[in-house]
């Protein structure tokens, strides 16, 4: 019997109907919407659909977005000149540093600049470190959607055996942290693990964040585990799809029309193997910035003191600072 099928898009649907509401009190409470600012350095097309998508949502739930699109000839100090003053603006909630950037800047200088108060990437060490030690913060997005996937299908995570493929420091290290701390037994595999298989084959859960297209073979899984495909790779090469695709001919035509698929870094076969499975695209895919809007709102609340978004309240109130000592929005495209 083929897997049950975890719909990302019917998640997001959830969380967003969830969301729309706290962005609505906050507003009509403090008289601001919760915003959300995003840095697009340079003319990446595949950036800016991404931010473009990221935009759409904060439109569609309410937010305030800004868009800063500085050139691609940027460097480090320019760019922590503006992080700097998205950190002062007290419009901004959330701060998104789209990755990656340019070569000439310092990537790891730039994230670690964002306030950790407006780091609704999850990606500053303070973040990081406070989901190690299991206190409340903003999470990558990625790993906490693909959590959202697991507990809102009630796939059961206590005791499981869950076997992370990746340890990037986005997606596979918080992701194997999400899950110990819903106290999975769980195991991290890397381009040097040897015998991958036999890691996947005893996993109840299988997470994957390889970027290595259909990678995972069908035979690796173990029958009614539940798979977490996070890959997300653009296949354009004919003999590749059609190896991948040979089951799905359908896909296989669109694939032919248009001359590129995406496919995740599971094969698509072993959906007649796993008890459930994220699909490529439309599991994973639609959750990371659906988190993002919720990183954003809460980053929102806990900076206005409202301790319900954080059970311990342990998070830092980020002090707004003056209206107009920032001019974070001078130089924004598409500010609302
Ligand atoms: P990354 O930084 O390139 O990390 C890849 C990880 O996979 C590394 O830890 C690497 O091991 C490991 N790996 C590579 N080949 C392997 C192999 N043959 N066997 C075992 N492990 C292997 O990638 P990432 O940023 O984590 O992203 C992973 C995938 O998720 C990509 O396809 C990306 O596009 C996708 N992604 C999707 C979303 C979404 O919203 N759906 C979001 C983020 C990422 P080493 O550490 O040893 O090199």
């Known amino acids: 019997m083929p897997a049950r099928i975890l719909d990302g898009c019917k998640i997001r649907d959830e969380i967003f109907a969830e969301i729309r509401p ?15 600012a995003a840095v697009l350095v340079g003319d990446d097309p595949a950036s800016h659909l991404y931010v473009n998508s990221k935009i759409a949502a904060c439109h569609h739930l309410g ?3 800004w868009l800063h699109t500085p050139p691609a ?4 100090d320019d760019l922590l000149k503006l992080v700097n003053e998205l950190n002062r603006d007290y419009r901004v909630d959330g701060i998104l540093i789209q990755l990656p950037l340019p070569k000439q800047i310092d990537t790891k200088r730039i994230l670690e ?5 407006k780091d609704v990437d999850g990606f500053h ?40 493929l990746g340890r990037s420091d986005i997606v596979g290290k918080p992701m194997a942290l999400l899950l110990l701390h819903a106290n999975a037994t769980v195991t991290i595999c890397h381009s040097k693990t040897h ?14 964040a390889m970027g290595k297209a259909g990678h995972v073979a069908p035979d690796w899984i173990k029958p009614g585990a539940a798979v977490i ?5 653009r296949v354009t090469d004919d003999a590749a799809a059609a190896r991948l695709l040979k089951n799905f001919p359908e896909r296989l035509e669109k694939f032919r029309a248009k001359g590129s698929v995406l496919i995740g870094d599971v094969h698509p076969d072993a959906v007649n193997v796993a008890g459930a499975i994220t699909p490529v695209p439309g599991g994973v895919g639609p959750m990371t910035i ?7 709102i809460k980053a929102a609340k806990l900076r206005r003191g409202d301790s319900s978004a954080s059970p311990s309240g342990e998070h830092s109130a980020n002090q707004p600072s003056t209206p107009g000592a920032s001019s974070a929005t001078s130089s924004a495209s598409g500010a609302r």
């Open 22 to 36: 706290q962005a609505v009190e906050l507003h009509l409470r403090e008289h601001i919407r919760p915003g959300l």
């Open 63 to 65: 937010l305030s977005s």
């Open 73 to 76: 000839t940027s460097t480090t």
């Open 113 to 117: 600049a964002v306030d950790p108060a």
């Open 125 to 164: 060490p303070i973040n990081l470190g406070k989901l190690v030690s299991g206190r409340p913060g903003l999470v990558a997005c990625t790993p906490a959607g693909c959590m959202e996937i697991l507990q809102r299908y009630h796939i059961p995570i206590e005791g499981a055996n869950a076997v992370v």
């Open 195 to 208: 015998d991958l298989p036999s890691f996947v084959k005893r996993a109840d859960i299988v997470v994957a």
């Open 229 to 233: 495909d996070v890959g997300t790779n």
């Open 290 to 296: 659906t988190m993002l809007m919720s990183n954003t």
